[in-house]
């Protein structure tokens, strides 16, 4: 209990330990803004064990049924990732959390979306995959299967929250290719099995990174999905979200793009989210760090469906309202490109951010009006 005398004290991480009760003395910190408890036993989350300064809360694969009404009277609040826990409902205070712009809830006991959920005005980036909703789905045509014993496996290209990507060569693939291999557990993103169910209903698309074979017969029963290998001259768009910056990615010093470059990264990645709108997918993570860019040709790939949700047909009107939310993380990005390219193509971009940003969810366009605009700004620029 003394060591809320750190009165200077920000950051807490207490992953991988065997606490059972968010500790109370957390909420005498006065500067405490992130707390990361992920990974423990908790099944209680105290109201007193929230700090005032709170932004960044990961309760990440616990045990928690019932949160604290308190949690919406925390008004820096921005990142709550709450995945792999038990929670069947959500505290209805959250809809004072006007500064949420990203929440994680895969893998819980929820058995509906809340209506005040898609009405925050910044929410940007949601995961609710693995609950007891009660949607159904069309069947997906599986994959080609391809077994362990046919991969010659070579160096490790990444390693993402849910898995290690490995460069391989597989037995009768002319071309190599990449292999995902399941951590297998709960991540901050949510269960590998829903990773590979929205893997399955996004397909294929140009701008997507989505996998043509799955893994079978691992010795380890590792689950694993096998993708084209993205040619070595893309990078990252961006490096992810620091502990200052939150829920917004990190660009190098001094890093620039050139109008073309930009206006092609919007268009390839508007076309591949409209993709996944269009076949019931939420991507949940589109983000700038998630984007593979080719700086000569343009070409822009979006990737890691780690944090995707599948949505039913039924009822159109959720669909829109949760897509709705994906639309203003297009528009952060929008932003972000805008920030690093010289008008006029900047202005442009930013012009279309902000119809995209609107604190209204109901008022942004979907993604293929989006899209239409993307090409309109780019076609502008080529004439």
Same mark, same amino acid.
């Given at each position: 209990?003394?060591?809320?005398?750190?009165?200077?004290?920000?950051?807490?991480? +207490?992953?991988?330990?065997?606490?059972? @009760?968010?500790?109370?003395?957390?909420? *005498?910190?006065?500067?405490?803004?992130?707390?990361?408890?992920?990974?423990? %036993?908790?099944?209680?989350?105290?109201?007193?064990?929230?700090?005032?300064?709170?932004?960044?809360?990961?309760? #990440?694969?616990?045990?928690?049924?019932?949160?604290?009404?308190?949690?919406?009277?925390?008004?820096?609040?921005?990142?709550?990732?709450?995945?792999?826990?038990?929670?069947?409902?959500?505290?209805?205070?959250?809809?004072?959390?006007?500064?949420?712009?990203?929440?994680?809830?895969?893998?819980?006991?929820?058995?509906?979306?809340?209506?005040?959920?898609?009405?925050?005005?910044?929410?940007? &980036?949601?995961?609710?995959?693995?609950?007891?909703?009660?949607?159904?789905?069309?069947?997906?045509?599986?994959?080609?299967?391809?077994? &362990?014993?046919?991969?010659?496996?070579?160096?490790?290209?990444?390693?993402?929250?849910?898995?290690?990507?490995?460069?391989?060569?597989?037995?009768? &693939?002319?071309?190599?290719?990449?292999?995902?291999?399941?951590?297998?557990?709960?991540?901050?993103?949510?269960?590998? $099995?829903? $990773?590979?169910?929205?893997?399955?209903?996004?397909?294929?698309?140009?701008?997507?990174? #989505?996998?043509?074979? %799955?893994? !079978?017969?691992?010795?380890?029963?590792?689950?694993?999905?096998?993708?084209?290998?993205?040619?070595?001259?893309? !990078?990252?768009?961006?490096?992810?979200?620091?502990?200052?910056?939150?829920?917004?990615?990190?660009?190098?010093?001094?890093?620039?793009?050139?109008?073309?470059?930009?206006?092609?990264?919007?268009?390839?990645?508007?076309?591949?989210?409209?993709?996944?709108?269009?076949?019931?997918?939420?991507?949940?993570?589109?983000?700038?760090?998630? #984007? /593979?860019?080719?700086?000569?040709?343009?070409?822009?790939?979006?990737?890691?469906?780690?944090?995707?949700?599948?949505?039913?047909? *039924?009822?159109?009107?959720? %669909?829109?309202? /949760?897509?709705?939310?994906?639309?203003?993380?297009?528009?952060?990005?929008?932003?972000?490109?805008?920030?690093?390219?010289?008008?006029?193509?900047?202005?442009? /971009?930013?012009?279309?951010?902000?119809?995209?940003? /609107?604190?209204?969810?109901?008022?942004?366009?979907?993604?293929?009006?989006? @899209? +239409?605009?993307?090409?309109?700004?780019?076609?502008?620029?080529?004439?």
């Amino acid at each position: 209990h003394q060591l809320s005398r750190l009165h200077k004290l920000q950051v807490l991480f +207490a992953s991988d330990n065997d606490f059972e @009760v968010l500790p109370e003395v957390l909420g *005498d910190y006065p500067a405490l803004q992130m707390v990361g408890f992920k990974a423990n %036993r908790i099944a209680h989350v105290p109201a007193a064990a929230l700090p005032p300064a709170l932004r960044w809360l990961t309760l #990440t694969d616990n045990a928690i049924g019932h949160l604290p009404t308190e949690l919406g009277q925390r008004p820096a609040l921005q990142k709550l990732m709450l995945a792999g826990n038990r929670l069947q409902a959500l505290p209805d205070s959250l809809q004072s959390a006007q500064r949420l712009e990203l929440l994680r809830v895969s893998a819980n006991r929820l058995n509906k979306v809340p209506g005040w959920l898609t009405d925050l005005p910044r929410l940007a &980036w949601l995961a609710l995959a693995g609950n007891a909703m009660g949607w159904t789905f069309a069947h997906e045509p599986a994959l080609p299967e391809v077994p &362990w014993a046919s991969l010659s496996l070579g160096k490790l290209l990444g390693e993402g929250a849910s898995g290690h990507i490995h460069h391989v060569q597989a037995s009768g &693939w002319p071309q190599p290719l990449a292999l995902k291999l399941f951590k297998g557990e709960v991540t901050s993103d949510g269960l590998p $099995e829903d $990773e590979l169910a929205a893997c399955l209903a996004a397909g294929e698309h140009p701008s997507l990174t #989505t996998p043509v074979a %799955r893994l !079978v017969d691992h010795p380890g029963q590792t689950q694993g999905l096998l993708m084209p290998l993205i040619p070595a001259a893309h !990078v990252n768009l961006a490096g992810p979200p620091s502990l200052h910056t939150c829920t917004r990615d990190v660009y190098p010093s001094g890093f620039s793009l050139s109008p073309n470059l930009a206006l092609g990264i919007a268009r390839d990645v508007a076309d591949a989210v409209a993709h996944l709108h269009q076949r019931g997918v939420m991507h949940g993570d589109l983000y700038a760090h998630n #984007t /593979l860019i080719d700086p000569v040709q343009g070409q822009a790939r979006l990737g890691d469906l780690g944090a995707a949700t599948r949505l039913p047909m *039924d009822p159109p009107e959720l %669909r829109r309202r /949760l897509f709705a939310l994906e639309v203003r993380a297009f528009g952060c990005l929008l932003e972000e490109l805008a920030a690093h390219t010289p008008a006029p193509a900047s202005q442009a /971009l930013h012009a279309l951010a902000q119809s995209c940003l /609107l604190p209204v969810p109901n008022d942004r366009p979907d993604m293929t009006t989006v @899209v +239409a605009q993307c090409q309109a700004l780019a076609d502008g620029l080529a004439a």
